[in-house]
T-cell receptor, first 112, second 116 residues
Framework: QKEVEQNSGPLSVPEGAIASLNCTYSDRVSQSFFWYRQYSGKSPELIMSIYSNGDKEDGRFTAQLNKASQYVSLLIRDSQPSDSATYLCAVICGTSYGKLTFGQGTILTVHP | GAGVSQSPRYKVAKRGQDVALRCDPISGHVSLFWYQQALGQGPEFLTYFQNEAQLDKSGLPSDRFFAERPEGSVSTLKIQRTQQEDSAVYLC??????????????FGPGTRLTVL
């Protein structure tokens, strides 16, 4: 079992819809959780971080964390074609020096 | 201000050649990470520096991989006797290094290595 797993894609949603991206992790001592966006041929860019259970909202993005279920998700409201990218879930284990452990990524396509 | 820069952006090597990949972190960033990203996969951790000290090299896939950061700023990832399975994008990231578990890591554009 991979340490961080994301729902298999690709995910396709119409413009204006809500895109839901999911991620599970296996290490119970994980304490920091991140969502990165990566456009094709570009480097990952941080869009959300979350450290405690519950929801965290930033504009059209909402991250949700449930440590008991070892689950983290990202909701994108009012999806735009410019949101089309690969979304990477990443986790920092409490015993590490801050290295990110990434999932395999979910490709999101928002079609007009 | 300037972000993380990496050079070269693209490198083609013949199998068995040695390559050196350079990373210039954001000025003042204490922490520096190297990741390897295979096509269609998420990045995988290779090694971590805090200033000039290499504190974690658990992700280096073999003893052909070597990294250094001698003055605590620029870092070089060296791959000896390259193999086809080394073909990937090599990403460098830096962070302030004050709170390791919450610091934002800023990624460079990567070096795409192709081994023929």
């Amino acid at each position: 079992q991979k340490e961080v797993e994301q729902n298999s894609g690709p995910l396709s949603v119409p413009e204006g819809a809500i895109a839901s991206l999911n991620c599970t992790y296996s290490d119970r001592v994980s304490q920091s959780f991140f969502w990165y966006r990566q456009y094709s041929g570009k480097s990952p860019e941080l869009i959300m971080s979350i450290y405690s259970n519950g929801d965290k909202e930033d504009g059209r993005f909402t991250a949700q964390l449930n440590k008991a279920s070892q689950y983290v998700s990202l909701l994108i409201r009012d999806s735009q074609p410019s949101d089309s990218a690969t979304y990477l879930c990443a986790v920092i284990c409490g015993t590490s020096y801050g290295k990110l452990t990434f999932g395999q990524g979910t490709i999101l396509t928002v079609h007009p | 201000g300037a972000g993380v820069s990496q050079s070269p952006r693209y490198k083609v090597a013949k199998r068995g050649q040695d390559v050196a990949l350079r990373c210039d972190p954001i000025s003042g960033h204490v922490s520096l990470f190297w990741y390897q990203q295979a096509l269609g996969q998420g990045p995988e951790f290779l090694t971590y520096f805090q200033n000039e000290a290499q504190l974690d090299k658990s992700g280096l896939p073999s003893d052909r991989f070597f990294a250094e950061r001698p003055e605590g700023s620029v870092s070089t990832l060296k791959i000896q006797r390259t193999q086809q399975e080394d073909s990937a994008v090599y990403l460098c990231a830096s962070s302030l290094g004050r709170l390791l578990h919450t610091d934002t890591q800023y990624f460079g554009p990567g070096t795409r290595l192709t081994v023929l």
